[in-house]
């Protein structure tokens, strides 16, 4: 009787595993797992605006030190490829993947839970290394759960390729839009340090799930030096150096943002709490750009989407100049319902925009070198971010725009919405069409021989899959919403 009670609730697992794994997009535990690691951008989102009021009222510091402050808290976020580079070649444990992700977890969680317990008579040098901590973890987890997305893309189609960033970006966006608004709520209703405690919770999700990451024993791993030797052999490619500067000239476009929101703070009179939402409906546009062209862009070719998707953008970024003028007021539009709607459709526009890139870098990124290569194209990126911030900082000064004195804002938006057009001079950078098979070389078919030698050795779960089955019902919701 015990063994026929075993056998059908061994059957009820397997039938419950099997409908986990149907689902074309949670192919696989470490998708699922790729997917928590994305809300844990969410630890950024929910602490950014009492991070600026814990500095600014408990610390009374001025802006511009305030302004270094920041900058030395995102400073470990530039280290991505670093860690991208031991997170390939140097396993701990024999792991590449889960036990990178504990140790970025486990500083993220208790960098913030620390955070929670102090109280105000903390120096100003402890909160910032422990924030400084925290993005430390927080970009270790990124660069493992890039890596993941890109590992479950290996022996996939396009169309599934661009399925699976998809339920990567959509969680994060998700997270996004929740943690925004969240946090402009809670500013108004409990302390900074309580909101930093309820952060720590996110970490730790992750913390938790990162013992169920799959791994296969690799029998051949590359060293430090191999491997930046062959990202650099990769990344001279035509395929990938080509798309790499047009991802950094389209990044170095400046932005009227700064100027706007001194527009809207000092003269519009804008609460904290209209940003957060701002936050939220943005980080909703960009999750509709991504499903529109899932939807309906993914078969058309690169160049041609983005050409048109930028001539939208440059106009959209125009529409500012409504809300300078006042003319929106003349119209009886509100001027948050406006500042809402064009932000947002900016966001909508520059996903679709932007999306291909990440889907073609996937497609064309090497075994063995996940991390190094995603985290290359992020460091272009945020290079040219940088770059396109001194460049609107200098446009600012020049149009004499003050935080009282907005009479060349105006000229500096129409200058910001004609420079968005400079990156189609050159989208003959872009492919025409998003690759079908995957870059591969000598040292990926090495890869893979050693990994068929360690068939069978994968790990696996035994009591652990109670857990796992309590985490896929925690975001079982997001089956229906992403039916295609």
């Known amino acids: 009787m015990k063994d026929e009670q075993h056998n059908a609730f061994q059957g009820l697992l397997t039938f419950d595993e099997s409908l986990l794994y149907s689902s074309g997009h949670f192919s696989s535990r470490n998708e699922l797992i790729s997917c928590i690691v994305a809300m844990l951008h969410g630890v950024e989102v929910l602490t950014y605006l009492p991070t600026l009021y814990l500095y600014k009222d408990d610390f009374k510091i ?89 590992e479950c893309a290996y022996k996939q189609s396009t169309d599934q390729v661009t399925k699976t960033i998809s339920t990567f970006y959509t969680f994060r966006k998700l997270t996004f839009a929740a943690m925004s608004y969240l946090s402009s709520v809670l500013m108004m209703i409990i302390k900074k340090r309580e909101i930093f405690m309820i952060s720590s919770s996110l970490p730790f999700c992750v913390f938790f799930t990162s013992f169920f990451i799959q791994e296969k024993p690799f029998g051949y791993y590359l060293t430090i030096k191999e491997q930046y030797n062959r990202l650099v052999s990769f990344a001279s490619k035509p395929e990938i150096k080509n798309p790499s500067i047009f991802l950094f000239i389209s990044m170095i476009v400046p932005s009227a943002g700064t100027a706007m929101f001194y527009f809207m703070t000092e003269r519009l009179h804008f609460q904290p709490e209209i940003f957060g939402r701002f936050s939220a409906f943005q980080a909703i546009a960009s999750l509709f750009g991504i499903y529109c062209y899932l939807l309906f ?69 090497p075994r063995g070198i996940e991390s190094s290569m995603y985290s290359f194209l992020w460091t272009v990126q945020f290079l040219g971010m940088d770059i396109s911030t001194y460049i609107s900082s200098g446009l600012t000064h ?59 050795n994968e790990i696996q779960a035994g009591s652990e899959i109670y857990v796992y089955k309590f985490c896929i019902l925690v975001v079982s919701f997001y089956k229906n919403l992403v039916q295609v």
């Not at 907005?406 to 400079?422: H, S, T, W």
């Not at 003959?428 to 995957?438: A, D, G, N, R």
Request: charged share 15%; with cysteine.
């Open 62 to 150: 001025s802006p511009a030190l305030l302004t270094f402050i920041l900058g030395l808290i995102r400073l470990p976020l530039n280290s991505k490829l670093l860690l991208a580079f031991m997170s390939d070649s140097v396993p701990i444990f024999g792991s590449r993947r889960k036990s990178y992700l504990a140790i970025g977890s486990f500083i993220c969680f208790s960098s913030m839970f620390v955070l929670g317990l102090l109280n105000e008579s903390y120096s100003i040098v402890l909160t910032t290394l422990l924030f400084a901590l925290c993005s430390l973890g927080s970009a270790l987890c990124s660069v493992i759960g890039e890596a993941l997305v890109i």
């Open 297 to 365: 862009f993914r078969n058309i070719s690169i160049r041609r989407l983005f050409v048109w998707t930028t001539y939208l953008v440059a106009a959209f970024c125009s529409l500012s100049i409504v809300l300078v003028k006042r003319w929106n007021v003349v119209l009886g539009i509100p001027d948050k319902a406006f500042a809402i709607t064009d932000t947002s459709l900016i966001q909508f526009i520059g996903e679709m925009n932007s999306f291909p890139i990440y889907v073609m870098a996937t497609r064309l990124c």
């Open 398 to 456: 020049l149009f004499g725009i003050q935080s009282h004195n907005f009479k060349g804002l105006v000229p500096m938006i129409v200058v910001c919405a004609a420079a968005q057009l400079i990156p189609n001079f050159f989208v003959s950078l872009l492919p025409k069409e998003l690759p079908t098979v995957q870059m591969d070389d000598d040292v990926t078919a090495t890869i893979d021989e050693a990994e068929e030698e360690g068939q069978g």
